[in-house]
């Protein structure tokens, strides 16, 4: 089991940040997220999400106009802005991914709504891993769903091959800019053990 300083450094003291300093985040450390993220477990090995991670400029300045206002200084701010998508025909990779069966491309390409509610599931389980990832390498996320998807669709996906679920900001946050502690639901209230 791991000690309580890293169970504080992914759950317990962990933040969702609204304000980075101005530390960068290298290629190495985008590499090194990715490498542990991906070992998340995915239904089928089906790995959806797809990422892009904007760092430039020139990245940032598509990005901003699709953000709500309440959200642009939480985005101008951060060294990177994961755009977390998910491959519309995700299955296409399941034979490379699931080479004992490589038929479970098929599970998927007979039902739209199937593989969309798969992508779904399996793309935010893959954008947690990548949450989880980033702080147990010493990183801090705010995560960001307050955007026009259309907007980042059309900008980023013009081809209607990647679709945004979320948007993840990455990297050394400021602690006086957290937001006081909400609660969360107490065991009773959450589970049963049956
Ligand atoms: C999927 C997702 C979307 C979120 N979208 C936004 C957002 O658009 N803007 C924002 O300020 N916070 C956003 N948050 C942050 C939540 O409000 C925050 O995680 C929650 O209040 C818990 O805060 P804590 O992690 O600091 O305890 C989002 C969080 C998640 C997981």
Same mark, same amino acid.
Request: with cysteine; glycine share 6%.
């Given at each position: 089991?791991?000690?309580?300083t =890293?169970?504080?450094?992914?759950?317990?003291?962990?933040r969702?940040?609204?304000?980075?300093?101005?530390?960068?985040?290298?290629?190495?450390?985008?590499?090194?997220?990715y490498?542990?993220?991906?070992? *998340?477990?995915?239904?089928?090995?089906c790995c $959806?999400?797809?990422?892009?991670?904007?760092?430039?400029?020139?990245?940032?300045? +598509?990005? !901003?106009?699709?953000?709500?206002?309440?959200?642009?200084?939480?985005?101008?701010?951060?060294?990177?802005?994961? %755009? %977390? =998508?998910?491959?519309?025909k &995700?299955?296409?990779?399941?034979?490379?991914?699931?080479?004992?069966? $490589?038929?479970?491309?098929?599970? &998927?390409?007979?039902?739209?709504? &199937?593989?969309?509610?798969?992508?779904?599931r399996? @793309?935010?389980?893959?954008?947690a891993?990548? !949450?989880?990832?980033?702080?147990?390498? @010493?990183l801090?996320? *705010?995560?960001?769903? @307050?955007?026009d998807?259309? *907007?980042?669709?059309?900008? &980023?996906?013009?081809? @209607?091959?990647? +679709?945004?679920? !979320?948007?993840?900001?990455? *990297?050394?946050?400021?602690p006086?800019?957290?937001?006081?502690?909400?609660?969360?639901?107490?065991?009773?209230?959450?589970?049963?053990?049956?």
């Amino acid at each position: 089991m791991l000690d309580q300083t =890293a169970l504080d450094l992914l759950f317990s003291q962990a933040r969702s940040h609204n304000d980075f300093d101005s530390t960068p985040v290298g290629k190495e450390q985008l590499h090194a997220l990715y490498d542990l993220m991906k070992m *998340g477990p995915t239904s089928a090995n089906c790995c $959806p999400a797809r990422l892009v991670f904007v760092t430039s400029d020139e990245a940032k300045a +598509r990005l !901003m106009p699709h953000i709500i206002e309440s959200n642009i200084e939480k985005v101008t701010n951060a060294p990177v802005c994961a %755009i %977390i =998508a998910n491959d519309v025909k &995700f299955y296409d990779r399941i034979p490379e991914l699931f080479p004992h069966n $490589p038929q479970a491309r098929d599970w &998927f390409t007979g039902s739209e709504e &199937f593989a969309a509610e798969t992508a779904m599931r399996n @793309g935010s389980l893959q954008a947690a891993y990548l !949450m989880l990832a980033a702080r147990a390498l @010493g990183l801090d996320v *705010g995560p960001i769903s @307050g955007f026009d998807a259309n *907007g980042v669709n059309q900008e &980023f996906f013009p081809d @209607g091959k990647w +679709r945004v679920n !979320m948007l993840c900001n990455i *990297g050394h946050g400021r602690p006086e800019a957290v937001f006081e502690r909400l609660p969360r639901l107490a065991f009773d209230d959450a589970c049963h053990i049956i």
